[in-house]
């Protein structure tokens, strides 16, 4: 069965403090890790895809990157309006398009 | 790109009645749609796979007759939640992904309340 740990479960950062949230998974042959960001009240919104180890994405302030056990999302010098919850999410090969979540990081940024 | 929407974004029904909520890729042609559950403070859990045409395949305890699933359209989506009881009170999230496509678009959500 496939399992997606993220940790912490909570972080609160000063701004400008830089960080990285941790996604620990275990699949049957990773067809992709996915990150989301949630905001309170709203759906998910996709921020990036990794498809194997060794592979980095960048948007803006966050920085994902990908080994063969975890992935970690790396925040730079953050900013309150950077406060959400992150969610990873892994997809199995021949797993269709199906999407098993971690429960999430929430992230609090104060000034 | 790739903008999904949901109606309603709230509804507040009683004890009993049945609720509809419409999923709809408003960009894309959603080859497959996704309908998750999410209580306060949790992951999201899948409850059904749904492909154009095609009945929806349930995840294991989701009931099927109680959360009937529609997906008549390339662009469009159903859930109803049928006889609904207070425990069926959650927010419910759909998603779509297009053909050759691995990337789920979320909808901004349906928070039901079943008084």
């Known amino acids: 069965e496939d399992q997606v740990t993220q940790s912490p479960e909570a972080l609160r950062l000063q701004e400008g403090e830089s960080s990285s949230l941790n996604c620990s998974y275990t699949?049957?042959?990773?067809?992709?890790l996915f990150w989301y960001r949630q905001d309170p009240g709203k759906g998910p919104e996709f921020l990036f895809t990794?498809?194997?180890a060794g592979e980095e994405k960048e948007k803006e302030r966050l920085k994902a990157t990908l080994t063969k056990k975890e992935s970690f999302l790396h925040i730079t010098a953050p900013k309150p309006e950077d406060s959400a919850t992150y969610l990873c999410?892994?997809?199995?090969?021949?797993?269709?398009?199906?999407?098993?979540f971690g429960t999430g990081t929430q992230l609090k940024v104060e000034l | 790109g790739a903008v999904v929407s949901q109606h309603p974004s709230r509804v507040i029904c009683k004890s009993g009645t049945s609720v509809k909520i419409e999923c709809r890729s408003l960009?894309?042609?959603?080859?497959?749609m996704f309908w998750y559950r999410q209580f306060p403070k949790k992951s999201l859990m899948l409850m059904a796979t749904?492909?154009?045409?095609?009945?929806?395949?349930?995840e294991q305890g989701v009931e099927k007759d109680k959360f009937l699933i529609n997906h008549a359209s390339l662009t469009l989506s159903t859930l109803t939640v049928t006889s609904a009881h207070p425990e069926d009170s959650s927010f419910y999230i759909c998603?779509?992904?297009?053909?050759?496509?691995?990337?789920?678009?979320f909808g901004p959500g349906t928070r039901l309340l079943v008084l």
């Open positions: 999410a892994v997809q199995a090969a021949g797993g269709g398009n199906k999407l098993t």
């Open positions: 998603s779509a992904s297009g053909q050759n496509q691995e990337t789920q678009y």
């Open positions: 960009d894309f042609q959603a080859t497959t």
């Open positions: 699949v049957s042959g990773l067809r992709g």
């Open positions: 749904s492909n154009e045409g095609s009945k929806a395949t349930y």
């Open positions: 990794l498809y194997s």
